[in-house]
């Protein structure tokens, strides 16, 4: 009998630690950073407690550990960054996402990464004559459902992006020649360029700038001044960036010394934008 209560008291323990420890997830992935003494408050528990929950989610590669806290884990953060994405700057990518459009004409052959901005590029492509070159299973799905004629690079896939990588892909996208390629990136500085948090993706970027095609950035406002792990072009590398707002002078004055243009999409109007 005593065991049987000792193994059902063990087992109420481990549901209990296997709740806290979602919390605990939940909790990084909005705020990034936490304490292991805010948390031992919050929870109630002594502090050996919720370092040994932090272990172990740091053992299954969702945090990374440091003196007195945890943050979100670098590879955790890009699994999780694909949902996050396509829920953030909604309005802003769409608008963006049309002014792209115009700079697409009939004929052309252009190449999309697997960015949630060139996904809002992609369901508009069926009102113009194109070929497109797409990276990502989402794009294709868009391309598919409305007719729009399509190649999909195939390779390692990538489940948190849902697109492909890889050596196999980047030797298939040597031989292809796109007018134009869009892109994003997760952060934009004069002295690094254009950078990318995940460093298998960024190479499929850096692909991409290779094949030699007009390189277009689409970029929001959120983007300007953040440093990301890894460059995928410089300033000069790229032809054209379009964003929602007027970057700073100093990023202004980047564009124009390596000659690139800079296309603002056109402000919202309406009865309460007047």
């Not at 869009?182 to 500085?189: D, E, H, L, P």
């Not at 010394?257 to 109007?269: F, G, M, N, S």
């Amino acid at each position: 009998m005593g065991d049987r209560i000792r193994e059902e008291n063990e087992h109420e323990s481990t549901m209990l630690a296997s709740e806290r420890q979602e919390d605990i997830l939940r909790k990084v992935r909005l705020n990034k950073i936490l304490r292991i003494k805010d948390l031992a408050a919050e929870y109630g528990v002594h502090e050996m407690t919720v370092r040994r929950d932090l272990d172990q989610l740091a053992e299954r590669g969702q945090l990374d550990r440091f003196h007195g806290g945890a943050r979100l884990s670098e590879k955790h953060a890009e699994d999780l960054s694909h949902v996050l994405r396509s829920t953030q700057n909604i309005l802003e990518k769409e608008r963006i996402a049309r002014a792209a459009f115009d700079l697409i004409q009939d004929g052309d052959a252009i190449a999309l990464d697997a960015s949630t901005s060139s996904l809002a590029l992609a369901n508009l492509l069926s009102a113009r004559k194109v070929e497109a070159f797409v990276t990502s299973l989402d794009a294709a799905d868009v391309l598919a459902a409305s007719g729009t004629p399509f190649v999909l690079i195939g390779g390692q896939f990538n489940f948190s992006a849902r697109s492909f990588v890889g050596g196999f892909f980047q030797q298939i996208l040597s031989q292809l020649h796109p007018d134009k390629v869009f892109f994003s990136a997760k952060g934009y500085t004069p002295e690094d360029g254009f950078t990318d948090a995940h460093l298998a993706l960024a190479e499929v970027k850096i692909a991409l700038r290779q094949t030699g095609a007009t390189m277009i950035a689409l970029l929001d406002h959120t983007k300007f001044g953040r440093r990301s792990l890894a460059t995928v072009a410089r300033t000069e590398e790229v032809d054209i960036v379009v964003t929602d707002e007027m970057p700073s002078d100093e990023i202004c004055e980047a564009f124009e010394k390596a000659d690139v243009r800079l296309v603002l999409v056109p402000p919202i109007t309406g009865p309460n934008n007047q």
